[in-house]
């Protein structure tokens, strides 16, 4: 049998990608505004780096009330809609695969981000603490706040919600996306459901992890049903250390994270969704997840793993030869280096990325990073 390397194809659902590395998604709050669309810079941005042999969209809001952050693009109205189609065309026209992110970050909001400046709703009115939002100040200006105290949603409206994720899914496919993740991370909505930090529900959605998990199955089911399971994927980040840094970037860590996210995973299987995307911390001298929790999901989890998460080649390239992942995602590399694929196939040296120019602004830090000069 063929070693596998990074630049071996692998199967992705109906997809073949050419190699095994992937531009995960990566907000970058460029939208067009008013309406928070996509435009033809973000399609530029996005078709420079179809050398991945798979895309992933920054996070996508569903909904007015999914927005935790100013210019982030959404896939909930019309104009919006004919903005993704930009973005599609042009990684298509180069051959490349792309899946929208799905995102609604409940209660990590403001209300000057939600409609007529109400309360962010969330599975339990607890506010969101070691983390910050973003918020516009003034045109093209903004800083960065506490999110704002949400409130509880209804029974009903959690239900309205499973089809207004549905609904995007829709909208995602007449965008011409070749298929959907739920961003299910983070500490944002979904996670919120299945985290017992930010679920007191009472009801059929909170409690036991059983019910604590309804909110995803019944989520994953509604949007399969769309896109079908295997145009699908699904991201968790599993923590299993706690420090605030944790919270900020990605998420919750329960009690029992290794039952917690195995159960969901045993719930993806079932559903038989394309991929599982695991994001692992990503900040100087983070731990891996530890080596049983790898092999369990392995063992768990038939489709296609994704792992992201200050992923060098070094490591995809190790946990790829002891069969735990098959696809891996590189967030800042690729945004400084278009032509990443070639610069780790090849051995070259990479752009480091500015960290200035990360989140709005211009093309500079965004579509202007300069390919490959031999010398």
Request: proline content about 6%; overall charge negative.
């Amino acid at each position: 049998m063929q070693e596998k390397t990074l630049f071996s194809a692998v199967t992705l659902g109906p997809y073949t990608l050419k190699n095994r590395i992937v531009l995960p998604p990566l907000t970058r709050s460029r939208s067009s505004q008013p309406g928070n669309i996509a435009n033809p810079l973000m399609a530029e941005y996005y078709g420079q780096r179809t050398g991945a042999g798979f895309m992933v969209t920054e996070g996508t809001q569903i909904e007015p009330r999914g927005q935790g952050y100013a210019w982030t693009p959404g896939i909930h109205s019309a104009e919006q809609v004919e903005g993704w189609k930009h973005v599609t065309r042009a990684v298509h026209d180069k051959g490349g695969i792309i899946f929208a992110q799905l995102w609604h970050v409940g209660r990590v909001s403001h209300e000057t981000l939600q409609p007529d400046g109400g309360a962010p709703v969330a599975p339990s009115a607890i506010r969101a603490d070691a983390v910050k939002v973003f918020i516009e100040t003034g045109p093209g200006e903004g800083a960065l706040a506490d999110p704002s105290e949400p409130r509880a949603l209804t029974t009903a409206e959690v239900k309205a919600l499973v089809q207004l994720y549905a609904q995007a899914a829709r909208n995602a496919l007449e965008a011409g996306f070749d298929g959907v993740e739920l961003h299910c991370a983070n500490g944002y909505l979904i996670n919120q459901f299945i985290s017992e930090h930010t679920n007191q529900r009472t009801d059929e959605y909170g409690g036991s992890l059983e019910n604590r998990l309804r909110f995803l199955r019944e989520v994953v089911a509604a949007v399969a049903e769309v896109v079908g399971p295997q145009r699908l994927g699904v991201r968790f980040a599993p923590l299993f250390e706690s420090t605030d840094e944790d919270r900020v970037y990605l998420g919750l860590v329960e009690s029992d994270p290794h039952t917690t996210y195995l159960e969901a995973v045993r719930l993806l299987n079932r559903a038989g969704i394309a991929y599982l995307s695991l994001a692992e911390a990503d900040w100087d001298n983070a731990p891996d997840l530890p080596e049983d929790f790898y092999a369990a999901v392995r063992e768990n989890f038939s489709g296609t793993i994704m792992y992201a998460g200050k992923y060098s080649a070094e490591k995809a390239r190790r946990v790829l030869s002891k069969g735990y992942g098959d696809i891996f995602g590189f967030g800042r590399p690729f945004i400084a280096n278009p032509d990443l694929p070639e610069r780790i196939r090849n051995g070259w040296s990479l752009n480091q990325v500015d960290p200035a120019t990360m989140y709005g602004g211009t093309d500079r830090g965004y579509t202007d990073y300069s390919l490959y000069q031999q010398d």
